[in-house]
């Protein structure tokens, strides 16, 4: 095994060091991620292109933490799993869905900074008191 150089090691970027509080979901496991989740989940359909995207990545990994006991925030790449953003009409992104139940009980489109995030889902019944 070689050992890698000090400027290798150096390229990694910082997401990958930290625990993520997100869950990664795909075509795959949606099913039994999503719609038969025991509690609501937010998913987020992005894409690693998506300047937007990135935006608010750092609030949804706030919220997966704050929120961990009301709520699973999933994160769905579009180009990697093409099939559920189909199913479910998404033509912009970031949007946000959320599963309540098996069904989608609500949808938000672009970007937002967390606060808005956290005010629509304590709209939905989604919050630290609910």
């Not at 290798?8 to 625990?19: G, M, S, V, W």
């Not at 949007?95 to 609500?106: E, I």
């Not at 672009?110 to 808005?116: I, L, R, T, V």
């Amino acid at each position: 095994m070689q050992a890698m150089k000090p400027r290798e090691r150096l390229n990694y970027p910082k997401r990958d060091l930290l625990l993520m509080s997100t869950v990664k979901v795909t075509d795959e496991s949606f099913e039994q991620d999503v719609l038969k989740a025991d509690k609501p989940v937010l998913v987020d359909f992005w894409a690693e292109w998506c300047g937007p995207c990135k935006q608010i990545a750092p609030a949804l990994e706030a919220i997966a933490e704050e929120l961990a006991d009301h709520v699973t925030v999933a994160k769905l790449n579009i180009e990697e799993s093409p099939t559920t953003p189909s199913r479910y009409g998404v033509r912009g992104i970031p949007t946000m869905m959320l599963f309540r139940g098996g069904q989608m009980a609500a949808m938000k489109v672009g970007a937002m900074p967390k606060q808005k995030i956290l005010e629509w889902l304590s709209e939905t019944g989604v919050s630290a008191t609910a």
